[in-house]
Nanobody, 122 residues
Framework: QVQLVESGGALVQPGESLKLTCTTS????????RGWFRQYPGKQREGIAC????????YYKDSVKGRFTISRDNLKDTVNLQMNNLDSEDTATYYC???????????????WGQGTQVTVSS
């Protein structure tokens, strides 16, 4: 079992930046890929970024390319999502997931955190 805890969600204004952090614990070796997803009310969770343990594979959803950056600290077992130039369409609940490999599909993920709310509003 892998336990994940997201943090860093907040209310920010359009154009501002925010960094989300996902802290993991438990049996992480088998599920070493980390993905960030977001979910709008009433919608399916969508993959926005993913990273493997050796940074060998990165994935970004087209709408966040150039604005969001995923990174990880393997010693601390944390994964960050730096989000720049936020706009109202980034308002969602953000989740961190653990999987055997990077994927944009939530069904491939074995564990999830509880989510953190990001609201972009003036």
């Amino acid at each position: 079992q892998v336990q994940l805890v997201e943090s860093g969600g907040a209310l920010v204004q359009p154009g501002e930046s925010l960094k989300l952090t996902c802290t993991t614990s438990g049996e992480t070796l088998a599920y070493s890929a980390r993905g960030w997803f977001r979910q709008y009310p009433g919608k399916q969770r969508e993959g926005i970024a993913c990273i493997t343990v050796n940074d060998g594979e990165l994935y970004y959803k087209d709408s966040v390319k150039g604005r969001f950056t995923i990174s990880r600290d393997n010693l601390k077992d944390t994964v960050n999502l730096q989000m720049n130039n936020l706009d109202s369409e980034d308002t969602a609940t953000y989740y961190c997931g653990a999987a055997r490999f990077c994927s944009r599909w939530p069904d491939h993920y074995a564990s999830w955190g509880q989510g953190t709310q990001v609201t972009v509003s003036s």
